[in-house]
């Protein structure tokens, strides 16, 4: 359904009184497939360029180079007819449920927003039962749509901004950390909702988060982001079971399992490297254990295994 081809997205940085501009590269020749029904997991560390990623397939930041079809339709090359479809097609439910939501406008304003748009020739009538119709989707109530937002927990707002995406009937949501900002409880909800949104509609996901409990629960697929490169991708099973790049070994294994509560941790060691300064190489070389010469040198292909997840490391560990 959704084909990213070797993307890249840079920022610019220029220095007061310099004419000299540094590029930050915030996705590195990205490549990446998401199914009809699927839910992709993407996690890393912060700063790694997962919502960089997200917002490049929104068209809300520049593509440098490389490719996005929706479908067999090429994102950024797409003429004005096929960009409205697309917009409708692929929605987001942002981070922060206080920011996102524009605390001038009533819910039933905020969520039927984007039907102006699209739909211009539904009437406020069938806009607003419409709406009503959504917020019963998500488990709220309809009384709500002349309410603002500043009267509602985080979790009722995430709950509206999933609405929001929802009126649109969309294909694919992008949830760039969609629940980091709640409470453990609330998260639950929230995902579960999520879950079940996506067997009534059979939506897809890109599920961001650093959260890796929640992605163990919640991917098909999971994909591991280091310094703006996939450096691991697969299913979830094959990668939670025997990670085959260190990276992702020291990920998963630094996350607390409530199911193995007795398990050591092994958090790795060492600060991520800045984006204007990556190691040369393999990025990862500088925290690698098993790092060797060849890794301080030469960048690493990315490799299919025989379990049809792919790697970039010179050593996989299996």
């Keep these: 359904m959704l084909e990213i081809k070797n993307l890249n997205v840079s920022y610019y940085n220029r220095k007061i009184f310099s004419i000299q501009k540094t590029e930050l590269k915030a996705v590195d020749g990205v490549s990446l497939e998401i199914s009809k029904g699927e839910i992709l997991g993407l996690v890393g560390e912060s700063g790694c360029g997962k919502s960089t ?46 920011s996102s939501l ?17 739909h211009r020739s539904m009437n406020r009538n069938e806009r607003m039962e419409l709406a009503k119709e959504t917020l019963r989707q998500v488990n709220l109530s309809d009384s ?6 500043h009267e509602f927990s985080g979790g009722q707002r995430q709950r509206i901004a999933i609405a929001r995406a929802l009126i649109l009937k969309p294909e694919i949501v992008i949830c760039d950390e969609a629940v980091s900002a709640l409470d453990i409880s609330t998260q639950a909800q929230v995902v579960n909702t999520l879950l079940d949104l996506k067997e009534q509609f059979q939506l897809s996901y890109l599920f961001i988060s650093h959260d890796l409990n929640i992605i163990k629960h919640i991917s098909d697929k999971i994909a591991v982001m280091y310094l703006g490169k996939i450096v691991e991708s697969g299913s979830k099973s094959t990668i939670m079971d025997q990670p085959a790049h260190p990276y992702t070994k020291a990920l998963f294994s630094a996350s607390f399992d409530i199911k193995n509560r007795n398990r050591s941790l092994s958090p790795l060691q060492g600060e991520i490297p ?6 040369s190489g393999c990025h ?25 997840r792919k790697v970039a490391c010179h050593f996989p560990l299996i």
């Design 53 to 98: 990623l997200g917002r490049a397939i929104l068209q809300l930041t520049p593509i440098k180079s490389g490719t996005i079809e929706y479908q067999g339709v090429n994102i950024k090359s797409s003429k004005n007819d096929e960009q409205r479809n697309l917009r409708k097609k692929i929605q987001v439910i942002f981070q922060d449920p206080y």
């Design 102 to 118: 524009n605390p001038r406008l009533t819910i039933g304003e905020i969520i039927t927003e984007g039907l102006v748009v699209h």
């Design 144 to 149: 709500i749509l002349s309410r603002y937002p």
């Design 274 to 279: 800045s984006l204007s300064n990556k190691p």
């Design 284 to 308: 990862f070389h500088t925290r690698c254990p098993i790092a060797k010469e060849i890794c301080k040198i030469e960048p690493p292909e990315q490799k299919t295994l025989q379990d049809n």
